[in-house]
């Protein structure tokens, strides 16, 4: 069964199954004797079968140093070199399971926290699974109370986490970084993936879990939340203490290394360790074909950007005495024009930074518009897509066409492709492929001169200019509303009195026509009286 996107309801793991793989518990620790002695306490109540799992403490230069109880069945090892990144890949250089679970010294699982990821890992070879941790301030006891729940209970969720599931729909609407899910505390990784995406950066003083899971979801994971795998987290964690100035430590590091996180890549025109996207070019099409492709890329609206020509240069030579008759004139234009520029590689090979959430590779002869590659990035952020083909010419010889391929559906679509599929076929089964007319998203055979982001800056100045006209434009229409409906409100009350004093007109008139016959009978008897006649009778 293929995973779409995050959606992993599709796996339907059963509640009971064979256990058949091994789990390699790895657990930093520093310090702490008792709190560690309750969560190897825990981990010796799991259900899952013992002779399955592997228990690894890694004491991080602890003093004194830090030992196993009587008849723990985990394996001791000592890391001088300071940091839960360090502490957990000595761990991992030792880990022998098909599945890895990262365990804080300071978290006890319920019996059957290790059993619920298991279950998911017998499902599909390449989930992460993140338990539920509930954080409490009862005291330590001296020994694992036989009750977890009425022992630290009341105690708090982890409430980022909860919140990022709950407004996700358990992570399966298309989440834009479903890889937030990786905390060290609670966490289950399938050790292939772990192998794809490399150890724990030990460079980072902070946030080694989340750049992790960024990597992990490279490589292709899919993560899931796993409520039964329940947790308690002996007191509140750093973060929890003092989160404003751990966001501000971490965020200073991981910045340079998870391009999805865009909010702190805010800078304009900056470089970063990891680029959010990596074009790939053919180097030696040409100086005249090259040149204006590399310099529309770089100068877009997408400034995040890497360029990698590709390019026999090794084999060029020193010897310039005669430029003219150089026969790789071109390749020597092409390498010298773009050596020094930061955000151009020449490379042998087509091969990215597999940390780039998308390469884009553009075929010869072609160069996108100043906004092309952020408008098919939208398209391919909004629709969750692998693949949008960019069709750019068509003839009876083929269809020429570029790619703008998500490195994370790629690596998904290769761990599931079946024998003689196209890769392609995988990628639209597992994130979804699209075709798009180049023509209409700013690409072209012959480019001008880049005008780049000023003008971009410039637009959005004229934008922002006319944004402020328009709404001082719409303020004074809104002031002429109200004095139109203050107006209105007067015509209506002066409408309402002529209405009264008509009805008033009205009722006097009425009593006078209902008179007048009377009047005129008294009128004619007093005129014939005054002229001396006897009125009939």
């Known amino acids: 069964m293929r995973v779409r996107g995050n959606d992993y309801r599709v796996l339907q793991p059963p509640e ?33 079968p013992a002779e399955l799992t592997e228990i690894l403490v890694i004491d991080n230069g602890s003093s004194p140093p830090l030992t196993l109880p009587p008849g723990s069945a985990a394996r001791l090892l000592v890391c001088e070199q300071p940091g839960r990144a360090a502490a957990r890949n000595a761990g991992l250089a030792e880990a022998t399971g098909d599945v890895i679970q990262w365990l804080d010294s300071d ?25 539920y941790i509930r954080f409490t301030d009862a005291p330590v006891p001296a020994s694992l109370p036989d009750d ?30 479903p890889f937030s899910l990786h905390v060290g505390g609670a966490t289950s990784v399938n050790a292939r993936l772990v192998e794809a995406a490399g150890p724990m950066d030990d460079e980072l003083i902070l946030g080694q879990d989340t750049e992790m899971g960024y990597r992990l979801a490279q490589a292709g994971a ?62 030696t099409a040409g100086y005249d074909v090259v040149r204006p492709a590399v310099d529309a890329l770089l100068a877009g609206t997408v400034p995040d950007v890497s360029v990698t020509l590709v390019g026999p240069w090794a084999l060029l030579e020193r010897d310039r005495r005669a430029p003219l008759k150089d026969p790789s004139l071109e390749l020597v234009l092409v390498h010298g024009h773009y050596l020094h520029e930061g955000r ?56 020429v066409a570029a790619r703008l391929e998500r490195v994370s559906a790629f690596a998904r679509a290769a761990l599931v492709v ?38 971009a800056y410039r637009a959005r100045g004229d934008a922002q200019a006319e944004a402020a006209r328009l709404a001082k434009e719409v303020e004074r229409l809104r002031a002429q509303v109200t004095k139109w ?13 002529l209405r009264r004093e008509v009805g008033t007109l009205r009722r006097k008139l009425s009593v006078a026509n209902r008179a007048q016959p009377g009047m005129r009978a008294l009128l004619s008897t007093t005129v014939k009286r005054a002229l001396g006649k006897k009125p009939r009778t």
């Open 16 to 48: 009971r199954f064979t256990p058949e793989l091994r789990v390699s518990v790895i657990v930093p620790a520093y310090g702490a004797q008792d709190k560690l002695n309750l969560v190897l306490a825990a981990l010796a109540r799991q259900t899952y």
């Open 222 to 283: 899919v993560f899931v939340p796993e409520p039964q795998a329940r947790a308690y987290h002996l007191g509140p964690t750093m973060r929890m203490r003092d989160k404003q100035r751990i966001d501000r430590v971490s965020h200073a590091f991981v910045a340079d290394r998870i391009p999805a996180y865009r909010w702190l890549r805010s800078h304009p025109s900056r470089q970063w360790k990891v680029p959010y996207v990596a074009a790939v070019l053919d180097g």
């Open 418 to 455: 079946r024998p003689g599929e196209s890769l392609d076929d995988a990628v639209d089964d597992v994130s979804g492929v699209s075709w798009v007319e180049g023509e209409s998203y700013g690409f072209t055979r012959e480019p001008g001169e880049p005008a780049g982001r000023r003008s």
């Open 148 to 177: 977890l729940e009425r022992a630290f209970e009341p105690a708090e969720p982890h409430a980022w986490i909860v919140d990022l599931v709950e407004r996700t729909n358990g992570l399966t609407d298309n989440p834009q970084r």
């Open 485 to 497: 409906r203050e107006e209105s409100k007067r015509w209506r009350k002066s409408a309402v009195e």
């Open 344 to 399: 151009v590689c020449l490379a042998e090979t087509g091969e990215c930074d597999p940390g780039a959430p998308y390469v884009l590779r553009l075929p010869p002869g072609w160069a996108p518009g100043e906004d092309s590659l952020a408008r098919l990035l939208d398209l391919a952020r909004d629709e969750g897509l692998g693949l949008v083909n960019v069709l750019l010419h068509e003839s009876e010889q083929g269809v």
């Open 107 to 131: 978290v006890v699982l319920t019996p059957g926290a290790v059993e619920a990821h298991m279950r998911w890992h017998h499902a599909a070879p390449y989930l992460v699974v993140t338990g």
